[in-house]
């Protein structure tokens, strides 16, 4: 079945550590995008890739970084830059930038402690 | 820049019909469309609007004036599993799509 996974659903971090979330989609989309969504609060984008080996920040960038060397995979690391990390994290992929319909992951629920 | 206006939380009688309103303010609009999340899950898409009138799908309908910058999700006859969170996002085409901060409807007996 087609879809978009992420990994790990929950992930615990020490303060100072980077991490990385997983994001991968066998649906053959151009873009793919992170969000992070804390309580009671709508998604922010974070950053977003058009194409392989490109892409740009979203409104919230500072303190992660991401690659895409495969169409398939949009790695998002949140490094100890980032002051409040703590946070439900989406991945979402469509056909490209301008598409209708976004397709998410199950998310990846990170914790600082 | 982009903002988009919702109501926090709805509350709606079990088999009752609920609207739920969007405002926005953007630049370069290709259209609007609606997701639903429940809690602790994925959201999913539930409609699009690119030009003005009403889109039915089922029990849900949603609506889009462009003109006045403003469209509506239309839930009918309510069911519990309703309860979850609707968020309105922008499509402009030059930029991600742009979610406002949701609203939260509760669906009661």
């Known amino acids: 079945d087609g879809g978009i996974t992420q990994s790990p659903k929950y992930l615990f971090r020490k303060e100072g550590q980077n991490v990385t979330l997983s994001c991968e989609q066998n649906?053959?989309?151009?873009?793919m995008y992170w969000y992070r969504q804390d309580p009671g609060q709508g998604l922010r984008l974070i950053y977003y890739?058009?194409?392989?080996?490109?892409?740009q920040k979203g409104d919230i960038a500072e303190g992660y970084s991401v690659s895409r060397e495969k169409k398939e995979s949009f790695p998002l690391t949140v490094t100890s830059a980032q002051k409040n990390p703590t946070a439900f994290y989406l991945c979402?992929?469509?056909?490209?930038?301008?598409?209708?319909?976004?397709?998410f992951g199950q998310g990846t629920r990170l914790t600082v402690v | 820049g982009q903002s988009l206006e919702q109501p926090s939380e709805v509350t709606a009688v079990e088999g009752a019909i609920v609207q739920i309103n969007c405002t926005y303010q953007?630049?370069?609009?290709?259209?609007l469309s609606w997701y639903q999340q429940h809690d602790g899950g994925a959201p999913t898409f539930l409609s699009y609007n690119a030009l003005d009138g009403l889109e039915e799908t089922g029990r849900f309908s949603s609506f889009l004036s462009r003109s006045d910058s403003y469209g509506y999700l239309l839930l009918q006859e309510l069911q519990m599993k309703d309860s979850a969170s609707y968020f309105c996002a922008v499509n402009s085409g030059n930029t991600p799509l742009v979610f406002g901060k949701g609203t939260r409807l509760s669906v009661i007996a």
């Open positions: 979402a992929s469509s056909t490209n930038k301008e598409a209708t319909e976004a397709f």
């Open positions: 890739s058009q194409i392989v080996n490109d892409f």
């Open positions: 649906l053959n989309h151009d873009a």
């Open positions: 953007t630049s370069g609009f290709y259209g």
